[in-house]
């Protein structure tokens, strides 16, 4: 039945959703089935042997009734152990399987390409979050077009921070000197919000950002309207002085 499933979710595309909140609850649904299937069995065969195994005086002659105290007879070499046993295998390892290769997607970055794809650096500081755009637009809150695969670059400029969109099952580590990578897509407009999940310091609670998708079209004209910050123009001005002196 596992192999099965898996080979109908790889037949549609991969995975049946193409976002992370998609493919979160792909996977909380298939282990929901398969543990509501499973405790259904196990809770049935035990209610059956207890009623074909009851005492009292309308109970069953069963040929094969169990003694108090005595142990276990043989009950067909071994075959329904074995079998128990395979089918358990094949539905764990069919899972771990199909887990696996579905977080390696949500993982995958540099899968996530396109024209519309929107990229956005990340910065952590104590207490907040800095959300840099291509064009050099520096803002504490995160806008993003609905529908849109979203590109995150995501550091820190002190101590270790972790930035996650809850709503949109998005996490991953700000560390100091370093870059960690991820994306999403929010497939519905609205306000959401970040949260620092990585204990930071006395304002850690306070670490959060405002996370506003916006229909496609609000967002261009919105990001249209968007002008660098002093600061990133500064920077990129030093960089540039900087190029230029080392090639003279």
Not at 127 to 150: C, K
Not at 188 to 204: D, F, K, V
């Amino acid at each position: 039945m596992i192999p099965t499933a898996i080979t109908l979710l790889h037949s549609q595309g991969g995975f049946p959703s193409e976002s992370r909140v998609g493919v979160f609850a792909d996977i909380f649904g298939v282990f929901l089935v398969l543990g509501t299937v499973v405790g259904v069995v196990v809770v049935g065969y035990m209610c059956y042997n207890a009623y074909r195994y009851r005492d009292g005086e309308h109970r069953e002659e069963v040929p094969d009734r169990p003694l108090l105290g005595e142990l276990p007879g043989d009950s067909g070499g071994g075959r329904k152990l074995l079998f128990s046993f395979t089918l358990s295998a094949i539905i764990v390892v069919s899972l771990i399987v199909w887990t696996y290769g579905a977080l390696l997607e949500v993982e995958n970055v540099s899968a996530q390409e396109g024209d519309d794809a929107v990229d956005v650096r990340v910065e952590g500081y104590q207490f907040g979050w800095r959300f840099v755009y291509p064009n050099g637009y520096e803002s504490n809150e995160l806008r993003v077009p609905a529908d849109t695969t979203v590109r995150l670059s995501v550091t820190s400029e002190d101590v270790f921070h972790n930035f996650g969109i809850p709503a949109l099952r998005v996490k991953t580590d700000a560390i100091p000197g370093q870059t960690t990578e991820t994306w999403f897509v929010a497939e519905r407009s609205g306000t959401y919000q970040a949260n620092c999940y990585e204990l930071c310091g006395a304002g850690h609670s306070f670490m959060n950002a405002p996370v506003v998708v916006m229909e496609p079209d609000a967002y261009d004209e919105w990001y249209a309207n968007t002008t660098p910050t002093e600061t990133t123009a500064t920077e990129s001005a030093n960089e540039a002085n900087a190029t230029t002196e080392v090639a003279a």
